[in-house]
Nanobody, 124 residues
Framework: QVQLVESGGGLVQAGGSLRLSCVAS????????MGWFRQAPGKEREFVAA????????YYVGSVKGRFTISRDKAKNTVYLQMNSLKPEDTAVYYC?????????????????WGQGTQVTVSS
């Protein structure tokens, strides 16, 4: 099992930036990919971005392409989500997740372990 701890959320004005971090511990040697999801009140958990842990290939939902960047530091077992040009509709709890096999990256069912989430609020 892998333990995930997110940080970096907060309150920011529209157009601003935040960087989320997620530190993984435990059986991290089995990590195949890591992803970020978000969930706004009353809505389903939504895929945001993912990265293949070994090759570094990245994937994004269309609404964040060009604004968000996912990256990883393998030595620190950490994945980041740099969020620029934030919009009020980006407001949500952001979750980090990891998967141990090459399943679909864009659905929550594809992931094995989850962090507790960090709140991101973008004011207009």
């Amino acid at each position: 099992q892998v333990q995930l701890v997110e940080s970096g959320g907060g309150l920011v004005q529209a157009g601003g930036s935040l960087r989320l971090s997620c530190v993984a511990s435990g059986r991290t040697f089995r990590t195949y990919a890591m992803g970020w999801f978000r969930q706004a009140p009353g809505k389903e958990r939504e895929f945001v971005a993912a990265i293949n842990w070994s090759a570094g290939n990245t994937y994004y939902v269309g609404s964040v392409k060009g604004r968000f960047t996912i990256s990883r530091d393998k030595a620190k077992n950490t994945v980041y989500l740099q969020m620029n040009s934030l919009k009020p509709e980006d407001t949500a709890v952001y979750y980090c997740a990891s998967q141990r096999t090459g399943r679909v990256l864009t659905t929550p069912r594809g992931y094995d372990d989850w962090g507790q989430g960090t709140q991101v609020t973008v004011s207009s």
